[in-house]
């Protein structure tokens, strides 16, 4: 099963806005860890961007969740891209 890396690029104030719609957020990505989907998740420093890192079959499994994403369907993520990853070392990677 492939990995996969979602950048979400974030609006200004992201923090300030987020609280709104955070517990909700939080819960999608928790059913998606016990899932075992989602492997990483958090912002990167200065948050602007976050990074989220997935073990799924496809793109298309990251997407749908981005598309129930309450972040990016009330516009605190202004894009988001979805990018597979060779993982070489860590993982199930081979050196």
């Known amino acids: ?19 709104p719609y955070r517990s909700e957020h939080l819960a999608l990505l928790d059913q998606a860890q016990r899932d075992g989907r989602l492997l990483l998740a958090g912002p990167l420093k200065p948050v602007d961007t976050a ?28 894009s988001w891209q979805v990018r597979e990853w060779t993982v070489v ?4 990677g081979v050196r």
Not at 8 to 17: G, K, N, Q, T, W
Not at 57 to 67: G, N
Not at 89 to 92: A, L, N, R, V
Request: glycine residues 6%; negative net charge.
């Open 1 to 19: 099963m492939p990995y996969f890396a979602l950048f979400y690029d974030l609006v200004d104030s992201f923090v300030e806005r987020r609280q």
């Open 51 to 78: 990074l989220l890192v997935f073990r799924a079959d496809s793109a298309s499994d990251i997407e749908q969740l981005v598309a129930r994403d309450p972040y990016v369907t009330n516009g605190l993520v202004k």
């Open 89 to 92: 070392i860590g993982g199930d």
